[in-house]
């Protein structure tokens, strides 16, 4: 009998040990892990989001991970939520998202998180306790003061301005609008007077019909800040066909090829943005820091991106890819994004 119960229990552990093989391994046990990263942006079919793709596909080849871009056609947060929850059932090895919303898309977040997933957010926080690291494209301070001074400049700091934003709930706008209004409490700009914010919603038809109700609402509009590339292109559009360009000064942040025309035409006197592609090259290289364990994401921790070179997570978990480039007539033909 004994001798039966001993042979009956050999024969199950070796098709316990079989049957895992099959499967890939021992439950718990190390095996390396296919870098599997997945970009989800604001929306797609946006220019700014399919050049910060160029990158992470860049950082992907050199890193010999994988790469896809997912997300909603609409800048959306409750949109976003389904293609998280896809993402986690999937087991990607990280999400690397640009947040609608700080708050609509966290618990998502904080559940792939819980099942192992690394989320990087890159563009646009998230709350940061759901995610490790925010790759941030430029201090959000810096922008935000600056697209005022260059706008006070061009008017002379006097008149009635507006904003044309993306979504209202959008943490990277919100927060650069926040230092304009700072900026703007200053005494210098007394004489200027900040109207209204309008929101396009990062929609082409949208941000053209929201200029044009911002020029029919206050027509002593001397200047827009739009910091936001579909935004600005479109109140371009709009300002040239009105017959209001150079009438009202625009500003703000685009991309160089949707804006040339404009600039060569006076529409646009200056403009920022950083390198797009820069910004999802280093978000992947982040993520993979994150995936293969060599960082978690606190302050302090290093990892070196690629061809960027070495960085180094400062507070609440922000990597910070550099300064922004300025455009005007004298250096837009140099870029092509
Ligand atoms: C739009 C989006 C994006 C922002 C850029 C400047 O494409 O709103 O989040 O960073 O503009």
Not at 17 to 45: D, E, R, W, Y
Not at 185 to 192: A, D, L
């Given at each position: ?74 800048a ?71 697209e005022v001074?260059?706008l ?7 008149g009635d301005i507006a904003i044309l934003s993306a979504t209202s709930t959008a943490?990277n706008q919100n927060?650069w609008i926040d230092?304009m209004k700072?900026?703007l ?8 007077h900040l109207v209204k914010i309008a929101y396009g919603n990062d929609d082409d038809q949208t941000s053209y019909n929201e200029t044009q109700g911002l020029l029919q609402a206050y027509p002593n509009l001397k200047g827009i800040i739009s910091p936001t590339t579909v935004g600005i292109a479109a109140a371009a559009r709009y300002l040239?066909?009105s017959?209001n360009?150079?009438?009202v000064a625009l500003t703000g942040l685009g ?83």
């Open positions: 009998m004994k001798t039966l119960l001993r042979t009956m229990s050999l024969l199950l552990l070796t098709l316990m040990v079989v049957i895992l093989a099959a499967c890939g391994g021992t439950p718990g046990a190390s095996t390396p892990q296919q870098l599997n990263v997945a970009f989800l942006p604001k929306a797609i079919n946006n220019p700014y989001f399919d050049s910060a793709a160029a990158g992470g596909k860049k950082a992907a080849d050199e890193l010999k991970g994988s790469f896809k871009q997912v997300g909603p056609s609409n959306n947060a409750a949109e976003q939520v389904p293609f998280i929850n896809t993402l986690t059932q999937q087991h990607v090895s990280a999400i690397v998202v640009s947040a609608d919303d700080p708050n609509a898309i966290a618990p998502s977040l904080k559940q792939a998180i819980a099942q192992g997933i690394k989320v990087v957010s890159y563009d646009s926080d998230t709350a940061p306790d759901a995610r490790q690291i925010f790759v941030n494209q430029a201090s959000a301070e810096d922008l935000g003061r600056t001074q260059v006070a400049k061009q008017i002379n700091y006097t943490t927060s230092f700072d900026e409490s200053k005494p210098e700009y007394s004489k200027m040239e066909a017959g360009a150079k009438k991309t160089p090829n949707s804006l040339k025309k404009y600039v060569k035409d006076g529409t646009i006197q200056s403009f920022e943005l950083w390198d797009v592609s820069h910004l999802g090259y280093l978000a992947y290289y982040a993520a993979s820091a994150l995936v293969s364990g060599k960082i978690t994401g606190k302050q302090g921790d290093t990892f070196t991106a690629g061809s960027l070179g070495q960085y180094t997570v400062g507070e609440n978990g922000t990597v910070v890819l550099g300064p922004p480039t300025v455009f005007n007539s004298t250096n837009i033909d140099q870029f092509n994004f």
